[in-house]
């Protein structure tokens, strides 16, 4: 039997001798140890040269040798490239959790003004329907011009309070401005009814009647549309106070509700005509 004369070394011996000749071809200095590669070098070369450095590295090491310097860079590379992947993503994801807080608050924001819009409507029909209730009452409360005034007075208060809300819905000085002419109307109102009931033809009187109705029916949807834009606002002052909406809380300034101050106003407006 011939036996194969085979050095079981030679697949050592051949990669270290490629390996040699590798090193020798990115160091034209024969002897000297593998320097640093030139700053001039593009990112495709390096890419190209890092892909056959892997290949020839992992040939090598199958064979015990030592590994190369140009497979050493490249994996210094990698590394910084998976570092670099990876703080890529990081920032990707706050700038996403950051837009996604941001627009949750403009989304609130959004939904109590248009709570208040609401309010709004119902207050301008409210305060147009008075002019006509102190109208049909003064040909019967000739002896009651002091109360009659005080409406009118209190009306144009309670107007002048609420196109400065609509200007700026939520604002606090504005929120409590209106909700103070708001009580204040409702008050003189609740006195010009009590007057009424003193007087049995201004409560036969049919127009009286239907102005009465038709603003114990506003008052309904006031106190409606009051609720909606105080839940609204409870919704949005809770987003930009906890977190982690309070991060960017700062361009959002809270929102005042929409309170009555007047013990009279809370009570439904009571029709008996």
């Given at each position: ?31 000297l140890e593998l ?78 003004k248009n709570a ?158």
């Amino acid at each position: 039997m011939i036996r194969s004369t085979r050095n079981p070394l030679g697949g050592v011996a051949v990669g270290a001798m490629r390996a040699n000749q590798v090193a020798r071809e990115r160091n034209p200095q024969a002897g000297l140890e593998l320097s640093a590669e030139p700053a001039d070098v593009s990112a495709q070369q390096r890419h190209e040269e890092c892909g056959e450095a892997a290949v020839e590295q992992r040939d090598v090491e199958e064979h015990g040798v030592p590994s190369l310097p140009g497979a050493r860079y490249c994996r210094a590379w990698e590394e910084h490239m998976f570092g670099f992947l990876v703080l890529l993503g990081i920032a990707a994801a706050v700038l996403f959790f950051g837009i996604t807080i941001y627009n949750g608050l403009v989304t609130g924001r959004n939904g109590y003004k248009n709570a208040f819009s609401q309010i709004d409507v119902q207050l301008k029909r409210r305060h147009d329907l008075i002019p006509n209730l102190v109208e049909t009452a003064k040909a019967y409360l000739k002896h009651e011009r002091q109360t009659l005034e005080a409406v009118v007075a209190a009306r144009n208060t309670a107007v002048t309070a609420e196109r400065a809300a609509a200007a700026n819905p939520g604002n606090p000085q504005a929120m409590q401005g209106l909700s103070s002419a708001e009580g204040a109307l409702s008050g003189t109102l609740a006195r010009l009814l009590v007057v009424a009931e003193a007087y049995p033809d201004l409560k036969a009187n049919q127009t009286m009647a239907q102005l009465m109705e038709e603003l114990s029916s506003t008052e309904n949807r006031i106190s409606f549309a009051r609720q909606a834009y105080n839940d609204a606002v409870m919704s949005y002052n809770n987003t930009r106070e906890t977190f982690p909406g309070m991060i960017l809380a700062g361009g959002f300034p809270a929102a005042e509700s929409f309170v009555v101050e007047a013990p009279a106003e809370r009570e439904p407006v009571k029709v008996s005509f």
